[in-house]
DNA sequence: TATTGTTATACTCTATAACTATA
DNA sequence: TATAGTTATAGAGTATAACAATA
């Protein structure tokens, strides 16, 4: 493990930062636009995406399962999202978003696009896919 | 302003906010090992670049200035940083690290170019060359 | 009167642990 | 006894507005 030398490695390390700051602020305006925190429209896309436990989503969200709870609570009662018995094992529950929830979700999306989009407007046709293909391998996804 | 085809953008979408979550994760994990909060360790990193008034912390953080106020007083509590009159103006306060405070920040910067170094360990050199260039041009900043 | 920064208040978020129901 | 999830409690973070001191 030699690894790359440091004083790229250092300004990657602030770049990587910077970027990481103002994704995360565009990313809280998008989501308070619909009233909800970070989490919060994590939990519908995530539920959205077939994530349909408690359990599962604590480990997704890196939080504990009492934040879980109240999480679902809260967007329970705006009305976006149900918790239902699961028949074969009452002591768990099954997610499900309301209507009204998949279209909040969508509308997150389009917004998040959106504000994403503006900044990777200051890259070229062939930067993006270069830029597609790093974020690929850096966030040990094949496809996003 | 036609900007990109769509299904590259959506992708990207997807993979900047999974890149700005893992980012956001690690950056928590190494500040809560000074037991910082994320802008609490901003705050000392801005004030060791130069940044010596509360009014111009909040521009940077993008937070009320009540807030940095809180800050201010927590990390002086916790003797990493200094409030001192403005001899010139005396509504201002100037801000100074203590010697514990520059040892933090720099125990800080150590410790986060370690953990996302091991993020960047996934790219081979090329490939951080052309990541720098697209950050700098997504960022805005001509050098890290 | 405008500016800088702090304090007061209420509200949300987060962490730990105790608790309930089911298996 | 173990597991899934919720509730209780306290603490940290955040937003708004009122406030004090200085210019």
Same mark, same amino acid.
């Given at each position: 493990?030699?690894?790359?030398?440091?004083?790229?490695?250092?300004?990657?390390?602030?770049?990587?930062?910077?970027?990481?700051?103002?994704?995360?602020?565009?990313?809280?305006?998008?989501?308070?636009?619909?009233?909800?925190?970070?989490?919060?429209?994590?939990? %519908? &896309? @995530?539920?959205?995406? /077939?994530?349909?436990?408690?359990? +599962? !989503?604590? =480990?997704?969200?890196?939080?504990?399962?009492? #934040?879980?709870?109240?999480?679902?609570?809260?967007?329970?009662?705006?009305?976006?999202?149900?918790?239902?018995?699961?028949?074969?094992?009452?002591?768990?529950?099954? %997610? &499900? @978003?309301?209507?009204? /929830?998949?279209?909040?979700?969508? +509308? !997150?999306? =389009?917004?998040?696009?959106?504000?994403?989009? #503006?900044?990777?407007?200051?890259?070229?046709?062939?930067?993006?896919?270069?830029?597609?293909?790093?974020?690929?391998?850096?966030?040990?996804?094949?496809?996003?």
């Amino acid at each position: 493990m030699k690894g790359p030398p440091l004083p790229l490695v250092e300004e990657l390390s602030r770049l990587g930062y910077a970027l990481m700051r103002l994704l995360l602020a565009r990313a809280k305006e998008v989501f308070a636009q619909e009233g909800l925190s970070l989490l919060q429209a994590e939990v %519908l &896309r @995530l539920v959205k995406e /077939g994530v349909s436990a408690p359990s +599962r !989503l604590a =480990e997704h969200l890196e939080v504990q399962p009492s #934040q879980v709870s109240h999480l679902l609570v809260s967007l329970e009662e705006a009305g976006l999202l149900g918790r239902h018995p699961d028949p074969e094992d009452r002591r768990r529950v099954l %997610l &499900r @978003l309301t209507e009204k /929830g998949e279209a909040v979700e969508r +509308r !997150l999306q =389009e917004a998040w696009l959106r504000a994403y989009g #503006q900044h990777l407007a200051r890259l070229e046709a062939g930067e993006l896919l270069l830029f597609r293909d790093l974020l690929r391998k850096l966030t040990g996804v094949e496809r996003g």
